[in-house]
């Protein structure tokens, strides 16, 4: 059984930036897409940011894409999330996950909170 822990969340003034990081542990056989989806208050889940196998991202939106940037670290089965330029409406819940044979795998989320 594979499980995610992440860390990294916290509160942060409108401008500043964090690092998520997420590493997966137990039965792990290979290497696999991640990436992060986050869950606002009153709002669905939404994907944030993916990583393939080989390197390639996908971003949710343009306004994310310019201030996010994901990156994994294959030989500690771990994905991070570097936010730039937070803003009050990236208040949320940040959940990474794992895609192993086409099942995803969710870690517990970590708080990421924008205020003044």
């Known amino acids: 059984q594979v499980q995610l822990a992440e860390s990294g969340g916290g509160l942060v003034q409108p401008g500043g930036s964090l690092r998520l990081s997420c590493v997966a542990s137990g039965r792990i056989s290979g290497i696999y897409p991640m990436g992060w989806y986050r869950q606002a208050p009153g709002k669905q889940r939404e994907m944030v940011a993916t990583i393939h196998v080989n390197g390639a991202t996908n971003y949710a939106d343009a306004s994310v894409k310019g201030r996010f940037s994901i990156s994994r670290d294959n030989r500690r089965s771990a994905v991070y999330l570097q936010m730039n330029s937070l803003e009050p409406e990236d208040t949320a819940i940040y959940y990474c996950?794992?895609?192993?044979?086409?099942?995803?795998?969710w870690g517990q989320g970590t708080q990421v909170t924008v205020s003044s």
């Open positions: 996950f794992m895609t192993i044979l086409q099942r995803n795998v």
